[in-house]
């Protein structure tokens, strides 16, 4: 192999084809980079990227602590997350329910005269348990 010296006009053209192919190279980095994957302006426009966790909730709405009820037949209502075994224990009764599809559930129970502590126990999938304790107070006569 014999080795001459390039022309100027070679080697001209050498190094600008060189300086040509590394703007392009670097403007097409920047087109991946900064224009194709470019962050939304209001990126939770859409709503949240993902769920809130949800932990073990129990809200008893009915009836209020430390009642005063003249009917024996109460009717509890009360809201936690949906498709979970609910204990309500009382003096006289002890039942198992499932919340509703929504959360929601309700239960009829049956008071003895004078105080009743009313035991509402929530059970999670996972071995959670929460419990709200009410005391209603049934009288006979009405004052």
Same mark, same amino acid.
């Given at each position: 192999?014999?080795?001459?010296?390039?022309?100027?006009?070679? &080697?001209?053209?050498?190094?600008?084809?060189?300086?040509?192919?590394?703007?392009?190279?670097?403007?097409?980095?920047?087109?991946?980079?900064?224009?194709?994957?470019?962050?939304? =302006?209001?990126?939770?426009?859409?709503?949240?990227?993902?769920?809130? =966790?949800?932990?073990?909730?129990? $809200?008893?709405? #009915?009836?209020?602590?430390?009642?005063?009820?003249? +009917?024996?037949?109460?009717?509890?209502?009360g809201e936690t997350?949906?498709?979970?075994?609910?204990?309500i224990s009382s003096?006289?009764?002890?039942?198992?329910?499932?919340?509703?599809?929504?959360?929601?559930?309700? #239960?009829?129970?049956?008071?003895? $005269?004078?105080?009743? +502590?009313?035991?509402?126990?929530? &059970? #999670?999938?996972?071995?959670? $348990?929460?419990?709200?304790?009410?005391?209603?107070?049934?009288s006979m006569e009405?004052?």
């Amino acid at each position: 192999m014999v080795n001459r010296p390039l022309s100027p006009k070679v &080697f001209i053209i050498s190094q600008l084809l060189i300086l040509l192919l590394g703007i392009a190279f670097i403007s097409g980095l920047y087109y991946l980079l900064n224009v194709q994957y470019q962050a939304s =302006p209001q990126p939770f426009l859409a709503g949240p990227i993902t769920n809130t =966790p949800k932990s073990l909730s129990l $809200e008893v709405t #009915s009836p209020s602590n430390d009642s005063l009820v003249f +009917k024996s037949n109460l009717l509890l209502n009360g809201e936690t997350l949906p498709n979970l075994k609910i204990l309500i224990s009382s003096d006289k009764t002890d039942q198992i329910i499932t919340s509703s599809p929504n959360g929601s559930f309700s #239960s009829s129970l049956t008071l003895n $005269e004078g105080l009743n +502590k009313i035991y509402i126990t929530v &059970f #999670s999938a996972t071995g959670e $348990e929460k419990t709200v304790i009410k005391n209603v107070y049934y009288s006979m006569e009405q004052i």
